[in-house]
């Protein structure tokens, strides 16, 4: 392993509910991730698993506590030097894959970059053919089945050479093959690279892969409504 690329302190995040109470979603103390670790993330839906990827990435802000990355505390950036920040340290598989549907498969890979060091067209098309791709780099996302959506998104992710990457649900629209040669390249890119990974999944194979499983009950100290507001309920808390 290495020097912590994840650090997570006295992490809080609720959301105010229809009737106006608070709901506590995490209230996680502590949580290290070195570089090169590969650990899964386990919990029933609506249990605060993708709540939780959101806030590591910077994309939802929580009520309290810190996020560092590589040292750097994502949500004391301004918002745009933290959509700088995060395209170029951090790779995000997204369960329903956010693909650009306008752009080619080579073509969303290639905007990602775009967001870290720059283009690297060799690098986009070796992604793509390594995810089983190599004859759909001009199709669009409508023009692809969901599973090939899925490993664009999982070519995406790997763009720039990312020091952590988080990946919700990766194999969920994949078959058992393709589910297998998804999870091995996430792990292998990883491995390559010295990044961490931190996969969400409910796929007890892919979990048993990896070489640590958090129950996100076990993370989560308990926790009492807080008392000051609360922002607007999220559409997915998942």
């Given at each position: 392993?290495?020097?912590?690329?994840?650090?997570?302190?006295?992490?809080?995040?609720?959301?105010?509910?229809?009737?106006?109470?608070?709901?506590?979603?995490?209230?996680?103390?502590r949580l290290v991730l070195d570089a090169g670790a590969q650990v899964g993330l386990r919990g029933p839906s609506g249990s605060g698993k993708t709540t939780?990827?959101?806030?590591?990435?910077?994309?939802?802000?929580?009520?309290?506590?810190?996020?560092?990355?590589?040292?750097?505390?994502?949500?004391?950036?301004?918002?745009?030097a933290r959509d700088r920040f995060r395209g170029a340290s951090i790779g995000y598989v997204f369960q329903s894959f956010h693909l650009l549907a306008g752009?080619?498969?080579?073509?969303?890979?290639?905007?990602?970059?775009?967001?870290?060091?720059?283009?690297?067209?060799?690098?986009?098309?070796?992604?793509?053919?390594?995810?089983?791709?190599?004859?759909?780099?001009?199709?669009?996302?409508?023009?692809?089945?969901?599973?090939?959506?899925?490993?664009?998104?999982?070519?995406?992710?790997?763009?720039?050479?990312?020091?952590?990457?988080?990946?919700?649900?990766?194999?969920?629209?994949?078959?058992?093959?393709?589910?297998?040669?998804?999870?091995?390249?996430?792990?292998?890119?990883?491995?390559?690279?010295?990044?961490?990974?931190?996969?969400?999944?409910?796929?007890?194979?892919?979990?048993?892969?990896?070489?640590?499983?958090?129950?996100?009950?076990?993370?989560?100290?308990?926790?009492?409504?807080?008392?000051?507001?609360?922002?607007?309920?999220?559409?997915?808390?998942?």
């Amino acid at each position: 392993m290495g020097e912590p690329v994840l650090e997570i302190h006295d992490l809080v995040k609720s959301y105010r509910a229809p009737d106006g109470e608070r709901t506590p979603v995490l209230s996680i103390p502590r949580l290290v991730l070195d570089a090169g670790a590969q650990v899964g993330l386990r919990g029933p839906s609506g249990s605060g698993k993708t709540t939780l990827l959101h806030v590591i990435a910077g994309i939802v802000r929580p009520d309290a506590g810190r996020v560092l990355i590589a040292g750097q505390d994502v949500h004391a950036l301004p918002e745009a030097a933290r959509d700088r920040f995060r395209g170029a340290s951090i790779g995000y598989v997204f369960q329903s894959f956010h693909l650009l549907a306008g752009y080619t498969a080579l073509e969303n890979v290639a905007v990602a970059m775009m967001l870290g060091a720059g283009l690297d067209a060799r690098r986009a098309r070796t992604l793509l053919d390594r995810v089983g791709l190599a004859d759909r780099r001009r199709h669009r996302p409508a023009q692809l089945s969901v599973g090939q959506r899925q490993r664009v998104a999982i070519a995406r992710a790997l763009a720039n050479a990312p020091r952590l990457v988080l990946a919700d649900e990766p194999t969920a629209n994949l078959d058992p093959v393709r589910a297998g040669e998804a999870i091995s390249l996430l792990r292998a890119v990883c491995r390559e690279q010295n990044a961490a990974l931190l996969v969400v999944s409910h796929d007890e194979r892919l979990l048993g892969e990896l070489d640590t499983v958090h129950e996100l009950s076990e993370l989560n100290a308990p926790t009492s409504p807080p008392s000051t507001a609360a922002p607007s309920s999220p559409a997915d808390a998942a």
